[in-house]
């Protein structure tokens, strides 16, 4: 038997109306799943279970089939990040420049592991397998859309203080 919290819908109206507002411009329902995972993550910073099956109902497919496209893209957190999310990317470009111990540094600096929030909730960092982004390897985004590269040490310190202070003007290097 489902709890009252499980009863209750996870999706306000307002955001089924989003995700409904969708349809009518893609070939087919399914076809609506990104855009759907992108407004629910825009709500709640993540996409719990929960808004999946949510969505698949909206969508008249299967809570694995908004998984499969969930886990595809890799930006869908199923737990709340941080306000700011950082990826460092560690392709081959960039872990020829020196992108692994920079990860390694960020992480210390904030105190967490890649994969982890900031005890503030501030920064989420993490990796990412490639950023497209090599002329500035190596390379870090912001989910706010900054681009921080070439970086060192010193380049991941400023990007951490940055972000931490909601500078949004920095980014390049």
Partial sequence: MATAAEQTPMLTEQIREKIRAYIPRYPSKRAVTL?????VHEHFRCVPFRAMKEIAEILEITAAEVHDTM?????FPQAPIGETRIWMCRSISCMLTGGEPLLEHACKRLGVHS???TSDNKITIEFAECLGICDFAPAALADD???FGPLDE???DAM???VRAGRQ???LA
Avoid: N, W
């Fill in 71 to 75: 886990s595809f893209y890799g930006f």
């Fill in 35 to 39: 855009p759907a995972l992108h407004i």
């Fill in 145 to 147: 859309g900054r681009i």
């Fill in 115 to 117: 994969g982890e929030t």
């Fill in 169 to 171: 003007e920095q980014g």
């Fill in 160 to 162: 951490i203080e940055d």
């Fill in 154 to 156: 010193a380049k991941v």
